[in-house]
């Protein structure tokens, strides 16, 4: 078991045609994940590097019957390819573009609300939408979703959620090295304004009977951390560890992600780390801890 | 990206959002004949992104076009410090000479995205002067909130409502509402980030107009305003950062001694965060991108050592993808053309860790390599400190 992805998960890369696109739409299907094409607006019809390549996400979905999208477009046009996606019945949508301006993704937010509300009438699965500015999801051994290095990750017990792709590889990393493996771990990006928060995935990670333990990555601005605490406390048996970056972070600046930004004397990591650990979760300072702290916390 | 008052107010023109009349000067004589033209008495304001100019000293009223040109002599060029700009300040490059008014009430007005709404919020706050999170911390329930739909825009009823929370009534009251429509359009139109009204002014006469403005744009839409572009000043940026951002780097000078290179935002954090806990003090954020090619790791170590508090420099890269081999061969031939006044901890992880390793050992630099995050951290520290 895993959370949102699995062997069976059918990937449609958008924006296959271009550097980025191209080099990890291979990446994944040498991972094992059933990548069944791509979408390149003109491009319908070619085929490349061995992948059907189609005109519309639609097109792709009627065709291979694709369930999850991953994004690669640039960031002027990224928040329409979530909408196409959404709007083709997409269940998940992975968007990896970093820079799409606010504005956009406020319409694609609200466009998201009523394509699945409309969808949840119907009896239908709405769309769930990760990122953007993320790294993707992985369920090790079955699925690779993303950018994430997949030869890092190992199967098990351990749920991970982040806010920051590097990090999350650090915390694989310490897993793997002690023979811990990983259930699902997902990326949930840098962005101020993410499809899925901390919230969904510990509610999805506290539901998986895979997962065991759960290790929750945040940082600096917003309230998503605080939110999570709360979640945690009345709804979350499993044991958490924690991390938040940016405990040095200096006020008012951008912390190179776009929602990292400590505004207004709020977001700082230390009313996060007293909000997390007062939830009953066990909060690291180093994140060189992580690791050694969840096999304590996991064992028990 | 932030602007100044003056470039704000010009935008906000743009859009029919009442201001004050004014006139940008860099000297005296230009100060005199502003101040004349605007009918003598008039307010010089110095121009500086930061804010809490008026307790700094950087906002004087003058009563005559000789005292605005006098005010102006001691402006320009003149370094102000305010709580926001730290203790160096900001030089004063320019003022804003602008018409005195006639002060009934002093009101607050901002508008920002709400990140859990997931839509832009109009703040408004009869206490206006007061930074707004002041009010927020000393009284929450004194600041009215009104989501806007980013699709439909602001609607009549939510510019009534805003209104009537301030308290205005006839004149002013119709003034604020067609105000405030019009400011939600600009904020939503021009990308904006933040847009705030501090004081909003309602005049004696019954006028509404934003007496101070803050604007900043969010980065990312750019690519669709390109016109804001030159209204950037270079002046009000830390230069290395300037430096940084034309190499694709993503930097953030700090005060402390212990350089650092870090692939991914969160990570640099990170890495940031456990130098304190190893007892050094980070001298910079500084995340080089998800690849870290040679290229780019020759452009950071420039940029840090530029830094001259910088004793010691702590690279973090989880190779992900990218080999570590790879990673070496950029950081021994970007430290051999760059040369290494001091010394470089390097924690290598990802495919090939061990190769990499050992192509830093045989480089004949002064490289030390490290296991994991925390023996990088002690490492460098104790290098920094010249152990």
Request: aromatic share 4%.
């Amino acid at each position: 078991m895993s959370i949102w992805a699995d062997k069976n998960t059918r990937v449609v890369v958008q924006g296959i045609t271009g550097r980025e696109g191209t080099f990890h739409a291979v990446q994944c299907r040498d991972y094992g994940t059933k990548v069944i094409g791509g979408v390149t607006p003109g491009k319908g019809g070619t085929t490349h590097e061995g992948f059907p390549v189609f005109n519309t996400v639609r097109e792709a979905r009627e065709k291979e019957s694709a369930d999850c999208s991953l994004i690669f477009v640039p960031p002027p046009f990224a928040a329409d390819a979530i909408m196409e996606a959404a709007d083709a019945g997409i269940e998940l949508i992975i968007c990896i573009t970093e820079g799409i301006p606010v504005n956009d993704m406020v319409k694609a937010h609200d466009f998201l609300k009523k394509s699945n509300a409309r969808r949840v009438a119907n009896g239908e699965t709405p769309s769930r939408l990760i990122g953007p500015n993320c790294p993707g999801i992985i369920t090790p051994d079955q699925a690779k979703i993303g950018i994430m290095p997949g030869h890092i990750h190992k199967a098990g017990p351990i749920g991970i959620v982040s806010r920051s792709g590097t990090l999350t590889y650090e915390a694989v990393g310490q897993l793997t090295k002690r023979g811990i493996g990983q259930s699902t771990a997902v990326g949930i990006g840098g962005d101020p304004l993410p499809g899925t928060n901390f919230v969904d995935c510990l509610a999805a990670f506290e539901a998986d009977p895979a997962t065991e333990a759960i290790i929750m990555i945040g940082e600096i601005g917003g309230t998503a951390e605080e939110e999570g605490a709360a979640f945690v406390k009345a709804n979350v048996k499993k044991p958490v560890v924690a991390f938040i970056a940016g405990q040095t972070a200096p006020p008012g600046r951008r912390m190179g992600h776009a929602g990292a930004i400590i505004s207004g004397g709020k977001g700082t990591a230390a009313e996060k780390m007293e909000a997390l650990e007062a939830a009953g979760i066990h909060v690291v300072k180093a994140p060189s801890d992580m690791g050694k702290r969840i096999e304590e916390v996991w064992k028990k | 990206m932030k602007v100044h008052e003056y470039q704000a107010k010009e935008i906000l023109r743009r859009y029919g959002v009442p201001t004050p009349r004014g006139i940008v000067a860099d000297n005296a004589e230009d100060a005199r004949k502003a101040a004349e033209q605007l009918g003598g008495r008039v307010v010089v304001k110095a121009q500086i992104h930061a804010g809490g100019r008026g307790k700094g000293g950087g906002v004087k009223l003058a009563k005559t076009p000789d005292e605005a040109a006098e005010i102006t002599q001691k402006m320009i060029g003149w370094t102000l410090v305010t709580h926001q700009t730290g203790p160096e300040g900001r030089v004063v490059n320019k003022v804003l000479i602008e018409e005195a008014l006639n002060i009934d009430k002093e009101l607050y007005l901002g508008i920002t995205l709400d990140r859990k709404l997931g839509c832009p919020v109009v703040m408004a706050s009869k206490q206006g002067g007061m930074e707004i999170e002041e009010v927020a911390e000393r009284d929450p329930s004194a600041i009215f909130r009104e989501p806007i739909d980013a699709v439909l825009g602001p609607q009549p009823f939510q510019a009534r409502a805003i209104a009537y929370a301030l308290g205005l009534e006839g004149e002013a009251y119709k003034k604020c509402v067609d105000f405030m429509q019009k400011l939600v359009r600009c904020y939503i139109e021009t990308d904006a980030a933040l847009a705030e009204i501090n004081p909003l002014l309602i005049t004696k006469e019954g006028d509404v107009l934003a007496l101070d403005c803050k604007l900043s744009f969010d980065d990312n839409a750019m690519f669709r305003h390109k016109d804001f572009l030159e209204l950037r000043d270079l002046n009000e940026e830390d230069p290395l950062e300037v430096e940084a951002s034309k190499f694709g780097l993503n930097y953030i000078k700090l005060d402390g001694n212990v350089g650092c290179m870090v692939n991914g935002a969160g990570l640099a954090m990170g890495t940031m965060d456990i130098i304190k806990l190893a007892g050094g003090e980070p001298a910079n954020f500084l995340d080089v991108g998800g690849g870290a090619s040679a290229e780019q790791v020759k452009n950071a170590f420039r940029i840090i050592l530029s830094d001259k508090n910088v004793k010691a420099i702590l690279i973090n890269i989880f190779g992900g993808i990218m080999r570590g081999d790879r990673i070496a061969e950029g950081v021994v031939s970007a430290a051999k053309e760059v040369g290494l006044p001091v010394p470089v901890v390097v924690r290598l992880e990802g495919t090939n860790v061990e190769l990499g390793k050992k192509i830093l050992a045989e480089s004949g630099l002064p490289l030390i390599t490290a296991d994991g995050m925390w023996d990088a951290a002690t490492k460098v520290v104790a290098a920094a400190q010249g152990k």
